[in-house]
T-cell receptor, first 115, second 112 residues
Framework: GAGVSQSPSNKVTEKGKDVELRCDPI?????LYWYRQSLGQGLEFLIY????????KSGLPSDRFSAERTGGSVSTLTIQRTQQEDSAVYLC?????????????FGNGTRLTVT | QKEVEQDPGPLSVPEGAIVSLNCTYS??????FMWYRQYSRKGPELLMY????GNKEDGRFTAQVDKSSKYISLFIRDSQPSDSATYLC????????????FGAGTQVVVTP
């Protein structure tokens, strides 16, 4: 079946602009996660959704970052007033359950470059 | 100091050699230990996992955990060019497998 889909695959934006990154999880997966992968920091957890609610936002690096999920499916990660340090690959993952031994299925990411 | 340390490599080996990868960690509460494989410009995929200490074998892959030393290893036997990828160790930080603490990843290159 279809895997996790992310769009756009690449995004170049100017410093100070807002960007929206989209994630379409595997159908039926209730849990959705956003991670960021950068050269200096590796893979970092950003936020977790169970259904439409976000019980864990502890990884969001600043209040410029926000995310929402609607209809228990598609999620959007928004970065306002982008900075050069926001340049990274943003990965979305989903899992069937948000607890226990339910492995993550990752998308191929959105490569964000802030100039 | 990071909770999970992993040498970023690159690690270059000839085809057919054994690849040895490892991570050290500091959080003694970790119970599950995972290895993800990530091909260039792709998302990570779960390769295998181990619960607590011990060994686990899956085909050409063997995962080892030594909780007393806080040290985990992944061995790839009879390596193939298709094994060229970045290998990341990861541990769940809670009872859910979704929130993971990742190592930096080791880039492996298997040359024909």
């Amino acid at each position: 079946g279809a895997g996790v889909s992310q769009s756009p695959s690449n995004k170049v934006t100017e410093k100070g602009k807002d960007v929206e990154l989209r994630c379409d999880p595997i159908s039926g997966h209730t849990a959705l996660y956003w991670y960021r992968q950068s050269l200096g920091q590796g893979l970092e957890f950003l936020i977790y959704f169970q259904g439409n609610s976000a019980p864990d936002k502890s990884g969001l690096p600043s209040d410029r970052f926000s995310a929402e999920r609607t209809g228990g499916s598609v999620s959007t990660l928004t970065i306002q007033r982008t900075q050069q340090e926001d340049s990274a690959v943003y990965l979305c993952a989903s899992s069937r359950l948000g607890q226990g031994d339910s492995p993550l299925h990752f998308g191929n990411g959105t490569r964000l470059t802030v100039t | 100091q990071k909770e999970v340390e992993q040498d970023p490599g690159p690690l270059s080996v000839p085809e057919g050699a054994i690849v040895s990868l490892n991570c050290t960690y500091s959080n003694s509460a970790f119970q599950y230990f995972m290895w993800y494989r990530q091909y260039s410009r792709k998302g990570p995929e779960l390769l295998m996992y181990t619960y607590s200490s011990g060994n686990k074998e899956d085909g050409r892959f063997t995962a080892q955990v030594d909780k007393s030393s806080k040290y985990i290893s992944l061995f790839i036997r009879d390596s193939q060019p298709s094994d060229s990828a970045t290998y990341l160790c990861a541990m769940p930080v809670s009872d859910s497998w979704g929130k993971l603490q990742f190592g930096a990843g080791t880039q492996v290159v298997v040359t024909p």
